[in-house]
Each structure stands twice: as C-alpha cells, then as structure tokens.
C-alpha cells in the first residue's frame, strides 16, 4: 500500500470500529437493561426499541450513499455520524421506552457505510483495495468480540445510560478522525458525470453481489437465533460464550492472510466461490449437532470455520462492488449494498426466529445451508472485475 492508501485504511476502518464498539457494548445488554424503564414491560414495544435502528438503517443507506456521489464522501460521513451521536445522546438522556426508541430510530438514520466504503474504495487501487476492505472487516469483528467481554461490566458499572453516552462520546471521536485523519476526497467528484439509481439495478455484477449480502447477512443472523442455545446445551454458560467466540474470531483473521496471496495470483473467484461452500458445510454441521446432543468442541470447529468464511466474503464483497461499479455511481452501489445487507439482518432474525419457534433449530439449519447453496449457484458465473489505478487526491 501507498501511504495515502495506509492512512485512508487506518482513519476509515477506525470510524467503522468506534461506530460498531458503540452500537455492539449496547446490544447484549439492551433488553435486560431496557426492561428496567418505563414500559419495558412490553416486549412488541421492546422489540421494537431495538430493532428500529436495522429499519432506519436500512431506508437510509441508499440516500445516503446517492448524496455522497453528488455532495462529496466527507461532508455526508461527518452529517451522518453527528446524526448517530445525537440519537445516543438522546437514548441516553430517555426516561422511558418511547425516549429509547427515538434515540434509536436517530442512530440509524447516520446510515455512513456506504459512505465510508465508497470513500475507501476511491482512496485505494483495485489490488489492494480487498486488503483495505478487510481491514474494515477486522475493525468490526475484532470490536464485536470486545463488545462481548467489556458490556457487562460496562453495564454494571454505568447503566444502559452511560453506555450510551459512551456511544456517542466515541461517535464525536469518529468525526475528529474523519475531519483530520483522513485523506481528502478524489479531486474527481468534482464535476464528474452523475450517474443513475438504474444504472446500478440494470448491472448483473452489482445485483449478483446485492443478493449474495442479502444472503450472508440473513444467514449470520439467522443461525444466531439458535447458536446461543446449543453453547448453553453443551455446556457453556450465557456469561462465558466469548471464550468461544473470540478464539474463533481472532484464529480466522491469521488465515485471512493467505486469500490476500490468493487473490494477486488471480484465484479471487475461487477464494469467494470456496468461502460460500464453507459456510454451506458449517451450516450441515450444525444441523448435524443440533440434531443430536450438542458438544463445545465440534461447535468451537464450526464457529472458527464460519468466520474464515465470513470474513473473506465481508472483505471480497464490497472490494468487488466497488470495483464493478463506476466511479460516478459508487456511492450508489454502495447503498443499495448496504441496503440489501440491512434487509438481510431484518429477514434473518424474523424469519430464523419463526423457523425455530415452529419446526427448531435443525430446519433452521437446514434453510440456511439451501440459501447459502442457492448463492453458491447464482455466483458461479461471476467474473472478477479487472484492476483499475486509485484516483489521484486532491
């Protein structure tokens, strides 16, 4: 990587990293917490107080991105997250579940990754832009796994109110970064050709992808939904999973390395179409133990197996869009990616909720392992997209 390119990986992965820590300290603890104001004795309404910020989220991802082709990267990433900040400052200052649920809505209406990656993918070349975008997806695994050990504690010692003051304190952090540590904007914005919503939806390449998020991310959440308790039937206590999951978050980072050489050797395509595959066995694995009497250790094996291939496709994914999509519309792309990755939390929760409450978890297991080979499918016509130089900065 070029120095610009350091620096633009650095600053841009640790807006991501600050603005995830925030959002995952809140998350284990929110309905526990949450309960304890007035009104949290309604679980549609608690439900709803959580979930709001996927919803807004995702309606606003696409806008966001459209504005950033025509306003500029920066000036839409610091509106977003000073808009992120005041929505966990209002949750903070809640006396009731309403107040929680405002303050959510607002942290999801600073929808900036699609900003933020689009930015990334203008700052980096083609070869070494899965890199950059890896490292983003290492911010956020790595500040998931954090998130799981420091929230208790957190919540012990400063309520669900401090944790959202710490939220948006970091949120303010995150828009110290992008004013003075990041690289300015390609010069190329400015006066460029603006082009179209349709020109995004009419490329195969781009919805191939668009589907393929959807899928991930539906299946991420939805094994999660039934993950949880097969630790507790093997043995593991709710308090203790992060011993399981920050091992297998952490050991697929060191193998992340090799699909770096893979990649400058021409094997992208296989790298993305084998980590799709992966997952599809993870999923036969735990519809396999979820069967039977789950046991740690083979769940242990399958969880460090998903997040070898989660983490290349989070990395391969939005390096492709970006790199399929033209300059003048990538922002766009990125959010109508970020849209479909949203939706994909939304249906994955309902739908993996209502599988297990209905037919348990091995159908759940079952769906998952059809969806992610249905992908496997759509996927193997792909071809990788050639390399193409950064745009000079201003």
Same mark, same amino acid.
């Given at each position: 990587?070029?120095?610009?390119? @350091?620096?633009?990986?650095?600053?841009?992965?640790?807006?991501?990293?600050?603005?995830?820590?925030?959002?995952?300290?809140?998350?284990?603890?929110?309905?526990?917490?949450? @309960?304890?104001?007035?009104?949290?004795? +309604? &679980?549609?309404?608690?439900?709803?107080?959580?979930?709001?910020?996927?919803?807004?989220?995702?309606?606003?991802?696409?806008?966001?991105?459209?504005?950033? +082709?025509?306003?500029?990267?920066?000036?839409?990433?610091?509106?977003?997250?000073?808009?992120?900040?005041?929505?966990?400052?209002?949750?903070? *200052?809640?006396? +009731?579940?309403? /107040?929680?649920?405002?303050?959510?809505?607002?942290?999801?209406?600073?929808?900036?990754?699609?900003?933020?990656? *689009?930015?990334?993918?203008?700052?980096?070349?083609?070869?070494?832009?899965?890199?950059?975008?890896?490292?983003?997806?290492?911010?956020?695994?790595?500040?998931? *796994?954090?998130?799981?050990?420091?929230?208790?504690?957190?919540?012990?010692?400063?309520?669900?109110?401090?944790?959202?003051?710490?939220?948006?304190?970091?949120?303010?952090?995150?828009?110290?970064?992008?004013?003075?540590?990041?690289?300015?904007?390609?010069?190329?914005?400015?006066?460029?050709?603006?082009?179209?919503?349709?020109?995004?939806?009419?490329?195969?390449?781009?919805?191939?992808?668009?589907? /393929?998020?959807?899928?991930?991310?539906?299946?991420?959440?939805?094994?999660?939904?039934?993950?949880?308790?097969?630790?507790?039937?093997?043995?593991?206590?709710? +308090?203790?999973?992060?011993?399981?999951?920050? &091992?297998?978050?952490?050991?697929?980072?060191?193998?992340?390395?090799?699909?770096?050489?893979?990649?400058?050797?021409?094997?992208?395509?296989?790298?993305?179409?084998?980590?799709?595959?992966?997952?599809?066995?993870?999923?036969?694995?735990?519809?396999?133990?979820?069967?039977?009497?789950?046991?740690?250790?083979?769940?242990?094996?399958?969880?460090?197996?998903?997040?070898?291939?989660?983490?290349?496709?989070?990395?391969?994914?939005?390096?492709?869009?970006? @790199?399929?999509?033209?300059?003048?519309?990538?922002?766009?792309?990125?959010?109508?990616?970020?849209?479909?990755?949203?939706?994909?939390?939304?249906?994955?929760?309902?739908?993996?909720?209502?599988?297990?409450?209905?037919?348990?978890?091995?159908?759940?297991?079952?769906?998952?392992?059809?969806?992610?080979?249905?992908?496997?499918?759509?996927?193997?016509?792909?071809?990788? &997209?050639?390399?193409?130089?950064?745009?000079?900065?201003?």
């Amino acid at each position: 990587m070029t120095p610009t390119e @350091r620096r633009a990986s650095a600053s841009l992965a640790s807006i991501f990293a600050l603005r995830m820590l925030g959002l995952f300290l809140v998350l284990p603890v929110f309905a526990l917490e949450a @309960r304890k104001y007035p009104g949290g004795e +309604d &679980p549609a309404l608690l439900g709803l107080a959580m979930g709001i910020y996927g919803l807004t989220q995702g309606l606003l991802q696409l806008p966001f991105g459209m504005a950033s +082709d025509r306003f500029g990267r920066k000036r839409v990433i610091v509106l977003g997250l000073l808009i992120f900040a005041a929505g966990s400052f209002w949750a903070a *200052a809640a006396t +009731d579940l309403h /107040g929680l649920l405002i303050g959510r809505s607002l942290q999801g209406a600073g929808a900036v990754s699609a900003a933020v990656t *689009a930015l990334l993918a203008d700052l980096t070349r083609d070869e070494v832009r899965t890199k950059a975008m890896a490292l983003v997806g290492a911010s956020i695994g790595l500040m998931f *796994a954090l998130s799981l050990v420091l929230a208790p504690l957190l919540a012990a010692a400063v309520g669900l109110t401090g944790l959202f003051v710490i939220t948006g304190a970091l949120a303010l952090l995150g828009v110290a970064v992008m004013v003075w540590g990041a690289p300015p904007a390609p010069a190329m914005q400015q006066g460029a050709r603006r082009g179209r919503l349709a020109d995004v939806l009419r490329h195969a390449g781009l919805m191939r992808m668009n589907l /393929g998020v959807f899928v991930l991310h539906a299946v991420q959440l939805a094994m999660w939904v039934a993950v949880p308790a097969l630790l507790v039937q093997a043995g593991l206590p709710k +308090d203790a999973h992060w011993q399981v999951y920050l &091992p297998a978050v952490l050991g697929s980072f060191v193998l992340m390395g090799g699909m770096f050489a893979l990649e400058r050797r021409g094997h992208l395509k296989k790298v993305f179409l084998t980590a799709i595959l992966l997952i599809a066995w993870v999923e036969v694995g735990l519809l396999a133990v979820s069967s039977g009497t789950p046991r740690l250790w083979p769940l242990g094996g399958l969880l460090f197996a998903f997040f070898c291939g989660f983490n290349v496709l989070e990395a391969t994914q939005p390096s492709l869009v970006s @790199r399929l999509a033209p300059m003048q519309v990538r922002g766009t792309a990125m959010g109508v990616y970020n849209t479909l990755q949203s939706l994909g939390f939304f249906v994955g929760g309902w739908l993996g909720g209502s599988l297990v409450k209905s037919w348990g978890s091995p159908m759940l297991f079952l769906c998952c392992t059809a969806a992610m080979l249905l992908w496997w499918l759509v996927a193997l016509p792909m071809q990788a &997209p050639g390399r193409q130089g950064a745009v000079k900065t201003a």
